[in-house]
T-cell receptor, first 116, second 111 residues
Framework: GAGVSQSPSNKVTEKGKDVELRCDPISGHTALYWYRQSLGQGLEFLIYFQGNSAPDKSGLPSDRFSAERTGGSVSTLTIQRTQQEDSAVYLC??????????????FGDGTRLSIL | DAKTTQPTSMDCAEGRAANLPCNHSTISGNEYVYWYRQIHSQGPQYIIHGLKNNETNEMASLIITEDRKSSTLILPHATLRDTAVYYCIVRYVQGAQKLVFGQGTRLTINP
């Protein structure tokens, strides 16, 4: 079946612009996660959705970052007034139920964001 | 911070079994061990997970020691396409939703 789909695959924008990144989770998955991976760095958790609510937003680095999920499916990560340090690969994952410890997360291939 | 320790890099000959170790000495009784891998320019790929019993699927086998303080991921017949960074992750009970990735093991399969 279809995996996690992210769009766009690449995004180049100028410093100060706003960007929106989209994630389509695996059908039927109630949990959705955003991570980012900076060049040469490990994966960093950003936010977790269970259904449409976000019980854990602890990884969002600043108030320029926000995310929403509607209809328990598609999610959008928005970065306002982008800075060069926001350049990274933004990864989305989904799982059947985030409250279950034995449910693996499945990742998309990410959006590579470059801030000029 | 990740609560696992893995070698930085390993090499394995094509066709041989690749055995990747992971130490997780502070693991708690109801925490799972997960393995993922990341091939260049792709998102992490789920491989296998386990609690206390050994597990096997079409990709790999997971051997967990009886005291659960360490585990080994086994790729039985490594191919060049198995070259990747492999991450061993303990999924916390508290904050179970997020995965905490360490630096992983860079596995190179040589022809």
């Amino acid at each position: 079946g279809a995996g996690v789909s992210q769009s766009p695959s690449n995004k180049v924008t100028e410093k100060g612009k706003d960007v929106e990144l989209r994630c389509d989770p695996i059908s039927g998955h109630t949990a959705l996660y955003w991570y980012r991976q900076s060049l040469g760095q490990g994966l960093e958790f950003l936010i977790y959705f269970q259904g449409n609510s976000a019980p854990d937003k602890s990884g969002l680095p600043s108030d320029r970052f926000s995310a929403e999920r509607t209809g328990g499916s598609v999610s959008t990560l928005t970065i306002q007034r982008t800075q060069q340090e926001d350049s990274a690969v933004y990864l989305c994952a989904s799982s059947l139920d985030g409250r279950a410890y034995n449910q693996p997360q499945h990742f998309g291939d990410g959006t590579r964001l470059s801030i000029l | 911070d990740a609560k696992t320790t893995q070698p930085t890099s390993m090499d394995c000959a094509e066709g041989r079994a690749a055995n990747l170790p992971c130490n997780h000495s502070t693991i708690s009784g109801n925490e799972y061990v997960y393995w993922y891998r990341q091939i260049h320019s792709q998102g992490p790929q789920y491989i296998i997970h386990g609690l206390k019993n050994n597990e096997t699927n079409e990709m790999a086998s997971l051997i967990i020691t009886e005291d659960r303080k360490s585990s080994t991921l086994i790729l039985p017949h490594a191919t060049l396409r198995d070259t990747a960074v492999y991450y061993c992750i303990v999924r916390y009970v508290q904050g179970a939703q997020k995965l905490v990735f360490g630096q992983g093991t860079r596995l190179t399969i040589n022809p």
